[in-house]
């Protein structure tokens, strides 16, 4: 199975702040690379497919970039309903892997 | 607008089986894959496997492998995931979630179902 990496598993940061969060995958993947955003209690939306592309009705402050093994997903200007767990999962090839979620909180 | 309906909180035995239906909604329900996810307790997502519902293929996590079914009723276009020979390590939130392919993630998500196995 592919293995997905996350990084920071967590941080801290502000409203207004530009924020990158860091997948790395243990073999390449091509661009089969998708975000999703889970917040407490709640069912996973999803944000990103194909590495790069925003799912209908995400807002361009979501931003994806990458190929091959590194992945990154930047959030343009933390706004307060965006502290969230971002999760990254890979399609390339099966199983689908998860990331083990990177956590973003209130500074 | 796309809604996936889930089935309502289960609580099981150690051995029991489970099964979760997920009725989908404002879409061409045979144009689309099923997948399977699911999410113990404070831990990350798990894929499950999926379902093709235009012809009922189905390709399952090797971890789950002989306990896991999945199925369709077109006629209700709803997908079902049953799981046998419950333990602890099953207790988790499951969720179903639209695919555009068999080769593609989520796009459209249920609002999930948890499960408990408990004696």
Not at chain 1, 87 to 94: E, G, K, L, M
Not at chain 2, 52 to 70: D, E, F, I, W
Request: aromatic share 10%; glycine share 10%; net charge positive.
């Amino acid at each position: 199975d592919i293995q997905m990496t996350q990084s920071p598993s967590s941080l801290s940061a502000s409203v207004g702040d530009r924020v990158t969060i860091t997948c790395r995958a243990s073999q390449g993947i091509s661009n089969y690379l998708a975000w999703f955003q889970q917040k407490p209690g709640k069912a996973p939306k999803s944000l990103i497919y194909a590495a790069s592309s925003l799912q209908s009705g995400v807002p361009s402050k979501f931003s994806g970039s990458g190929s091959g093994t590194d992945f990154t997903l930047t959030i343009s200007s933390l706004q307060p309903e965006d502290f969230a767990t971002y999760y990254c999962q890979q399609y390339n090839s099966y199983p689908p892997t998860f990331g083990g979620g990177t956590e973003v909180e209130i500074k | 607008q796309v809604q996936l309906v889930q089935s309502g909180a289960e609580v099981k035995k150690p051995g029991a089986s489970v099964k979760v239906s997920c009725k989908a909604s404002g879409y061409t329900f045979t144009s689309y894959y099923m997948h399977w996810v699911r999410q113990a307790p404070g831990q990350g997502l798990e894929w499950m496997g999926i379902i093709n519902p235009s012809g009922g293929s189905t390709s399952y996590a090797q971890k789950l492998q002989g306990r896991v079914t999945m199925t369709r009723d077109t006629s209700t276009s709803t997908v079902y995931m049953e799981l046998s020979s419950l333990r602890s390590e099953d207790t988790a939130v499951y969720y179903c979630a639209r695919g555009r392919s068999g080769g593609s993630a989520p796009d459209y998500w249920g609002q999930g179902t948890l499960v408990t196995v408990s004696s």
